[in-house]
Structures are given as structure tokens and as C-alpha cells.
């Protein structure tokens, strides 16, 4: 199911509903871009410390929006089944009010989504607002001050506003009090601008919005408008353009507070994009955003990491995306066990049954969900020698997929996983290389790169004047480095050894050795005195 800013103020109860009935929730996000190349030395490398790719992911975060979020509640019914309702919600940023929004677009991840389908008229026409508590709070101020704006800037809803105000000044100087008149064709935000818009410019108007395009217009005293602003049947009241402005962030509110799972695949940059555009501008430190992301969801489970142990456990073939774990486990679920639950499609998402729609958000998260019960139901199934029950419940695969809960997948860097309710623990790499550079003067680490392009993928960071390390993700490349590079003329490859190589060690030593020849020059001197 689509949901675009029309119809989302609807949407909402029925999907807090089936959220509070949920077992889990699974969720995609797609953006503008990932990793900003306007900024220097921002792309992942394998030395990154967790804190250090945070820094570089949150300057990309800050710089990009989402497009697109894709939702996927998974209820359990009485049999051993679960049902999906899966939702595609087009973003944009809320425009009521706030300081005017700044983003950017990366053209490969444009065209990327472009290539998959992605229509770009419903983020732009029919994006659902959404605002972080930053915004919100400013917002509340303008409208208790009385100097809120609306930052619409194109041309077309300049029209927009126009058109309406050339209408009603038109109409009003003939109109008798409780004239009325209908303003036709108007949508989403138009709605609520319009109406604050005349409020503000006229004091003898009071406007009702009628269903979702329409607005209507009456003529009436000061007075009487006075007391219809301070009526509960204002639709302008300040809590509901707050609830309008506020648009998707409701829901990630209502996530928020019913605690249920929340899955996702590679999901770091999602979770970091939720805090920014959902909750606060990311903090500085690294420990601050775990802590706050543990806070809001107490339990995330990464379909990243969990696959990752179904590979190595249940012996699977290696795969690189969501869509390849979602076809391995369909045709390799356990023949010996009880069958798998099945993931039934609720009536108004039955298209994805029918299709696939990779990279659409929607789809997406249907297939982290549906990864995730079949995952967990083939560890359930190899982790014991006792018969597990023929409808375990969603209880008994949390507690086998307990290892890998709060655990989101690190691509590329010094840990395997970030821990969000605990330490980071270490991953083990193949060793590092040292090269030692001979008769090559004024080599580049990117010179370097290129240099081992073309047999392996490694990234390269300058120890010293002559020396670069070399690290990479595959004992196979490194066995392969050392083997060729034995007799290179101008290269030496080794292993990198701290006591041997590193440059503070060295100094170290070198300091040491001179205070220990000085200190033996000192006693030779002092004992030929003495004689």
C-alpha cells in the first residue's frame, strides 16, 4: 500500500492499531544519497573504529534526506501463520513554519532508484511531512508568538495562495456576515496554509476545511470569529497544525512507544536517519546516538548479522543482498522439522506476492521480515536435539536469535557489529601488511591502491615516509600479496608486526637506546675517573 501526505492523517489509527498487534516490525529506508563525496576522507575504510565511521556517517546523514520509507508489520494469527501489511510512505520535509530544509542529492543513488522505479512526482507532490523535536519546538514557539511562515518558495503554491486570496478579497467586499463561500482543488498543505494565510490577513473571515481539497470561507463578526477560535471545533487549533506539521514523525512516535521489534537489513545509516529526521539532530559522540537508539527500541535485530550466522551454522551458500537471503532460505527451509510459518500477504500488499520490487522500500522491508522468521525458524530447528514445537512462537525465535539482538552489521571496518546495549566487540581480520617502498620516491597512498587494484581490494593508509599498511577482509588476498610481491624491485611486502613496524615503537626504542648508551658512557667515564 502507497501512502503519500493526502490520504496519511486516515492511515493513521488503522496503522496504530496493527502496530500495537504486531509481533514485530520490519523497516527499509531509501535516500537521496549514502556517502557524501564533497567531503574529505569520508569514504568507509576497514580502519575505522566505530566512533570514527560514526563522524563520517553522520556528516552524510546531515546532509541527505529520505525519499521513502517502507514498513512491514507482521502479525501472528492463532495457526502457525503470520500476516504482513506492508506500506510505502514517500517522504518530504515538513515546510510549516520552520526554517526552510536543505538537501542533497547524489545522481548515482537518483539514478539508481530511477532504474528500480522510483516515482520522484510523489516525493516531491505528495511527500508526508516530518519534523524532529528540534523543529518541532520551534515551530510551537512561532505559532504561541503568532510568527509562524510558511516556507514555500516554488512558484506553484505562490500560485496556489494567490489564486485563494484574490478570491475571498474579491468576494468578501459584496458579502453579507455568514456568507459563505467553497475554495476548490486544493491539497495536502494547502489545506492549512490557506486557511492560516486568510486568518491572519483578514479578521473578518473564519475558514472550515472540507475533506481533503476543499475549503470553505464565511464572513463573520470579530467577535464571533473570536469565539469560534477559542472553540474545540477549530481545525486550526495549534495542537492539530502541530499534528499536521508533525505528519510521519506521529508514527515513528507511536514505534517508539510500543517498544515492538524493529528489524532491519545493514540497518546503521536507517537508524541514524531516524534519529535525525524523527527524533534529534545526531550528537557528536557515538556513545550518545547508541544509547539514545537503545532507548527508542529496545530490541533491533539486523537480518545482516543473523544470516551471516545462518550461513556458517546451516552451511548456506554466501550471499551479498537481501534479496538473495530471502531466495536461499525460501528454497532451502528445513525438510526435517516442523514447516516454517507462513508469511501471507494481507489483501491490499498482495502485488508482492505476485512481482518483485526490489529496492522498493515496501518490498523490502516484506522481505526483512520474512528473512528474519526463516532464519530464526532454521536456528531454532538445528539448536536443539529435542522436537521443537510444530507453532513455535515469535518469543521462542527472539530467544534463539538472543545472540545476535541489538547486534546491526559494520560494513567494512574494525568490528563486525555495533552493539547497541553493550561494547563493540573486535573482528578478527586477516594481518595487516606492511610495504616498504624502495627506489619509488613520492608514492601515494592512492598510487598504492591502484598499485594492488587489480589482484585484490585493499585500503591503504601511510605508516611513514616509505611505508604504507595495507588492510583487507580476505586471507585469500593476503596469502596471494605476499606470495607475488616476494621479488617486486621497488615493493617489499611483509606482515605487519607493532614491536616492528610502528613508528611511535621505533621511536621509542631509538630514545631508549640512546639513554642506555648515554647512561653506559656515563659509568665507563665515571669508573676511569675513579682509577
Same mark, same amino acid.
Not at 527499509?28 to 569514504?43: C, K, W, Y
Not at 511562515?149 to 484574490?166: F, H, M, W
Not at 467577535?223 to 472553540?231: G, T
Given at each position: 500500500?502507497?501512502?503519500?501526505?493526502?490520504?496519511?492523517?486516515?492511515?493513521?489509527?488503522?496503522?496504530?492499531?496493527?502496530?500495537?498487534?504486531?509481533?514485530?516490525?520490519?523497516?527499509?529506508?531509501?535516500?537521496?544519497?549514502?556517502?557524501?563525496?564533497?567531503?574529505?576522507?569520508?569514504?568507509?575504510?576497514?580502519? #575505522? @573504529?566505530?566512533?570514527?565511521?560514526?563522524?563520517?556517517?553522520?556528516?552524510?546523514?546531515?546532509?541527505?534526506?529520505?525519499?521513502?520509507?517502507?514498513?512491514?508489520?507482521?502479525?501472528?494469527?492463532?495457526?502457525?501463520?503470520?500476516?504482513?501489511?506492508?506500506?510505502?510512505?514517500?517522504?518530504?520535509?515538513?515546510?510549516?513554519?520552520?526554517?526552510?530544509?536543505?538537501?542533497?542529492?547524489?545522481?548515482?543513488?537518483?539514478?539508481?532508484?530511477?532504474?528500480?522505479?522510483?516515482?520522484? $512526482?510523489?516525493?516531491?507532490? %505528495?511527500?508526508?511531512?516530518?519534523?524532529?523535536?528540534?523543529?518541532?519546538?520551534?515551530?510551537?514557539? =512561532?505559532?504561541?508568538?503568532?510568527?509562524?511562515?510558511?516556507?514555500?518558495?516554488? $512558484?506553484?503554491?505562490? %500560485?496556489?495562495?494567490?489564486?485563494?486570496? #484574490?478570491?475571498?478579497?474579491?468576494?468578501?467586499?459584496?458579502?453579507?456576515?455568514?456568507?459563505?463561500?467553497?475554495?476548490?482543488?486544493?491539497?495536502?498543505?494547502?489545506?492549512?496554509?490557506?486557511?492560516?494565510?486568510?486568518? &491572519?490577513?483578514?479578521?473578518?473571515?473564519?475558514?472550515?476545511?472540507?475533506?481533503?481539497?476543499?475549503?470553505?470561507?464565511?464572513?463573520? *463578526?470579530?467577535?464571533?470569529?473570536?469565539?469560534?477560535?477559542?472553540?474545540?471545533? %477549530?481545525?486550526? &487549533?495549534?495542537?492539530?497544525?502541530?499534528?499536521?506539521?508533525?505528519?510521519?514523525?506521529?508514527?515513528?512516535?507511536?514505534?517508539?512507544?510500543?517498544?515492538?521489534?524493529?528489524?532491519?537489513?545493514?540497518? +546503521?545509516?536507517?537508524?541514524?536517519?531516524?534519529?535525525?529526521?524523527?527524533?534529534?539532530?545526531? !550528537?557528536?559522540?557515538?556513545?550518545?546516538?547508541?544509547?539514545?537508539?537503545? $532507548?527508542?527500541?529496545?530490541?533491533?535485530?539486523?537480518?545482516?548479522?543473523?544470516?551471516?550466522?545462518?550461513?556458517?551454522?546451516?552451511?548456506?551458500?554466501?550471499?551479498?543482498?537481501?534479496?538473495?537471503?530471502?531466495?536461499?532460505?525460501?528454497?532451502?527451509?528445513?525438510?526435517?522439522?516442523?514447516?516454517? !510459518?507462513?508469511?501471507?500477504?494481507? *489483501?491490499?500488499?498482495?502485488?508482492?506476492?505476485?512481482?518483485?520490487?526490489?529496492?522498493?522500500?515496501?518490498?523490502?522491508?516484506?522481505?526483512?521480515?520474512?528473512?528474519?522468521?526463516?532464519?530464526?525458524?532454521?536456528?531454532?530447528?538445528? @539448536?536443539?536435539?529435542?522436537? /521443537?514445537?510444530?507453532?513455535?512462537?515469535?518469543?521462542?525465535?527472539?530467544?534463539?536469535?538472543?545472540?545476535?539482538?541489538?547486534?546491526?552489521?559494520?560494513?567494512?571496518?574494525?568490528?563486525?557489529?555495533?552493539?547497541?546495549?553493550?561494547? #563493540?566487540?573486535?573482528?578478527?581480520?586477516?594481518?595487516?601488511?606492511?610495504?616498504? /617502498?624502495?627506489?619509488?620516491?613520492?608514492?601515494?597512498?592512492?598510487?598504492?591502491?591502484?598499485?594492488?587494484?587489480?589482484?585484490?581490494?585493499?585500503?591503504?593508509?601511510?605508516? @611513514?615516509?616509505?611505508?604504507?599498511?595495507?588492510?583487507?577482509?580476505?586471507?585469500?588476498?593476503?596469502?596471494?600479496?605476499?606470495?607475488?610481491?616476494?621479488?617486486?624491485?621497488?615493493?617489499?611486502?611483509?606482515?605487519?608486526?607493532?614491536?616492528? =613496524?610502528?613508528?611511535?615503537?621505533?621511536?621509542? +626504542?631509538?630514545?631508549?637506546?640512546?639513554?642506555?648508551?648515554? @647512561?653506559?658512557?656515563?659509568?665507563?667515564?665515571?669508573?676511569?675517573?675513579?682509577?
Amino acid at each position: 500500500m502507497e501512502v503519500g501526505a493526502e490520504g496519511f492523517a486516515q492511515c493513521l489509527p488503522r496503522l496504530r492499531r496493527r502496530i500495537l498487534r504486531a509481533a514485530f516490525v520490519a523497516l527499509d529506508v531509501e535516500f537521496t544519497g549514502l556517502h557524501s563525496t564533497s567531503l574529505q576522507n569520508n569514504e568507509p575504510s576497514l580502519f #575505522d @573504529s566505530p566512533a570514527e565511521r560514526y563522524v563520517k556517517a553522520r556528516q552524510s546523514v546531515q546532509r541527505f534526506t529520505l525519499v521513502q520509507l517502507g514498513l512491514a508489520i507482521f502479525s501472528k494469527e492463532n495457526s502457525n501463520k503470520y500476516v504482513v501489511h506492508s506500506y510505502n510512505f514517500f517522504l518530504f520535509p515538513s515546510t510549516l513554519g520552520i526554517k526552510d530544509v536543505e538537501f542533497t542529492l547524489s545522481a548515482s543513488s537518483i539514478q539508481f532508484l530511477s532504474h528500480y522505479g522510483f516515482d520522484y $512526482n510523489k516525493f516531491l507532490k %505528495d511527500g508526508i511531512p516530518y519534523m524532529n523535536e528540534v523543529q518541532e519546538k520551534i515551530l510551537r514557539q =512561532h505559532l504561541l508568538a503568532g510568527t509562524w511562515k510558511v516556507c514555500s518558495t516554488s $512558484n506553484a503554491d505562490r %500560485d496556489v495562495l494567490k489564486k485563494a486570496i #484574490d478570491e475571498v478579497t474579491t468576494w468578501i467586499a459584496a458579502a453579507k456576515e455568514e456568507d459563505t463561500m467553497i475554495l476548490q482543488d486544493l491539497s495536502g498543505y494547502h489545506v492549512i496554509e490557506v486557511q492560516l494565510v486568510l486568518r &491572519q490577513a483578514l479578521e473578518n473571515v473564519w475558514t472550515e476545511p472540507l475533506g481533503d481539497k476543499k475549503v470553505m470561507v464565511k464572513k463573520v *463578526s470579530p467577535e464571533h470569529r473570536q469565539l469560534l477560535e477559542n472553540s474545540s471545533y %477549530d481545525h486550526c &487549533q495549534k495542537k492539530l497544525i502541530l499534528l499536521s506539521a508533525r505528519g510521519f514523525t506521529n508514527l515513528f512516535q507511536i514505534l517508539v512507544k510500543v517498544k515492538k521489534p524493529l528489524v532491519g537489513h545493514n540497518m +546503521l545509516m536507517d537508524l541514524m536517519h531516524l534519529h535525525d529526521k524523527f527524533y534529534r539532530p545526531l !550528537p557528536e559522540s557515538y556513545e550518545e546516538f547508541k544509547r539514545n537508539i537503545h $532507548n527508542l527500541f529496545p530490541v533491533i535485530i539486523d537480518t545482516k548479522t543473523v544470516t551471516k550466522s545462518v550461513q556458517k551454522k546451516c552451511l548456506f551458500p554466501r550471499v551479498s543482498s537481501l534479496v538473495e537471503a530471502y531466495a536461499v532460505l525460501c528454497s532451502n527451509l528445513n525438510p526435517k522439522g516442523p514447516p516454517c !510459518p507462513v508469511i501471507a500477504l494481507a *489483501s491490499g500488499c498482495s502485488r508482492y506476492a505476485e512481482k518483485k520490487f526490489p529496492h522498493e522500500a515496501g518490498y523490502d522491508a516484506f522481505l526483512c521480515g520474512s528473512v528474519l522468521l526463516m532464519s530464526a525458524h532454521l536456528l531454532l530447528c538445528r @539448536s536443539t536435539d529435542a522436537a /521443537v514445537e510444530a507453532e513455535p512462537s515469535f518469543s521462542q525465535y527472539l530467544a534463539v536469535l538472543a545472540e545476535h539482538v541489538n547486534k546491526v552489521n559494520f560494513i567494512r571496518g574494525g568490528v563486525s557489529s555495533i552493539n547497541f546495549s553493550g561494547e #563493540d566487540s573486535p573482528c578478527r581480520h586477516p594481518p595487516a601488511l606492511v610495504v616498504h /617502498v624502495r627506489g619509488w620516491p613520492g608514492l601515494t597512498e592512492g598510487q598504492i591502491y591502484q598499485e594492488f587494484k587489480a589482484r585484490c581490494r585493499f585500503d591503504v593508509r601511510r605508516l @611513514s615516509k616509505n611505508q604504507f599498511i595495507l588492510l583487507s577482509n580476505k586471507y585469500k588476498q593476503v596469502r596471494h600479496v605476499l606470495r607475488d610481491y616476494r621479488h617486486h624491485p621497488h615493493l617489499q611486502v611483509s606482515v605487519y608486526r607493532h614491536w616492528r =613496524h610502528s613508528p611511535s615503537v621505533n621511536c621509542l +626504542l631509538q630514545i631508549s637506546g640512546i639513554v642506555a648508551l648515554w @647512561s653506559l658512557l656515563a659509568f665507563v667515564l665515571g669508573g676511569a675517573r675513579s682509577c
